[in-house]
């Protein structure tokens, strides 16, 4: 069913930053169409004849009759083949009941205002896929015979944005393995969760500096204790490039997957196999400093802000007095698991599970920054399902170090237990 109405697209974040124009022009022409589950929308090969954004619902996306991923709210449909003019590569299929907003092209393609959209979002995509075939073309460094350098491993002059969030508790936990429990004050019924979204510009492993790499990554991560120790525990790991992909499987046990982290002037997005996961998004900044910044992580944590900070300072007193080491140091644990070689979907067994410990060290802050009128929008993945709340965030620059893992409990040695 296809109807027109009126549309107000400045609240739709693809053409919040597009001129008034364009926005206003586009808004005349729009249909709303609607479609149930299963509904098929266009097959590749098609010659396009709308430009269609979803507003509702899932649209799965094929070719050949293999998954190519999906589209959610805020999506156009195939754009890149119906903005050039070009049949389309994928076939559409609504998962869900969907709504739609469409645009004949025949009426479009009459007006340079939809030429100057057309120009910029095509730009946008060519820049995204660039992106991804760096990611793809990265060189991998091996020490010997093709192993992985084990570390400890450098980041130098990292840009990494801290979000603060809390998220529904049972889904947090259900994510720990053996042996971690929670770390958050007891009859909380939200659990925290951190945000870090990080550019690398030149990762390396501590003996061989030649050996850089730059990457994007966004991490989540879990506070935890194991027996007596705290630390965090990082259950989902994106990576935009394979370099750190393979290194945090083969040594540290980390679970990542190729995603793609895009930084702007005013927001931080996420994006895995071309679904979009989530948004940050800040109006300004302002100058903060570690204290501060270690107010909002015990906050976080569910202790009172002032007390912490308080002892934070008195501490840090202590330990320049003292001359011991200017970074600060934090557990990181990971569940290590390498499938078996016989091992299935339907029969998942596994030559290696196990529980490692490195450590995250911070060498040096260069800048410490809180931001203001900040947003965080989830459209899908473990983020979206775990229903998060997002309560302060803060921009870094620093030096860090991550030492060499070591494990902690092998879980297929039940003698340890």
Known sequence: MVEHNPFNLNEISLFASIPENVRQYLEVGAQE?????????????DPPTVLALLLEGQVDLSWAGSPRGICLPGSLLDPAAVLGDLPHTVKAVASTACRLIEWSLDALKESPVFQEFTRRHLAGCLREAQSRLSAVAAPIHYAGQAEAQPGPYLFPNAGVTFAFCRAAREPVEEALP????????????????LLGLAEFPAAHPESDPAASF????TTVFVPVRFAATPGIFI??????????????????????????????????????DGVPHF??????QEVSGETKLVGALMSWLGIGRHVASAAFQVGDAIRQAARLPGYRRIDVFNHKRIPAADASPGNLRYDVDQLTQAVFGVLRWFSIARLTGV???TFYGPLHDANLILHEAYRTRLDMRLSTGRTVRDYLDRSEQ
């Open 33 to 45: 169409r609607t479609c149930q589950a299963g509904e098929t929308l266009f097959y590749e090969g």
């Open 178 to 193: 053996e042996g971690l429990s929670l770390l958050n004050l007891p009859g909380g019924e939200r659990a925290p969760v």
């Open 214 to 217: 730059s990457y994007t990554e």
């Open 235 to 272: 259950p989902y790991i994106y990576p935009s490039s394979w370099e750190p992909i393979l290194v945090g499987r083969e040594v540290y046990g980390f679970p990542k997957q190729l995603g793609n982290t895009v930084f702007g002037s005013g927001g931080i997005s996420l994006h895995v």
């Open 279 to 284: 948004r940050l998004s800040w109006e300004g």
């Open 375 to 377: 947003e965080l929008t």
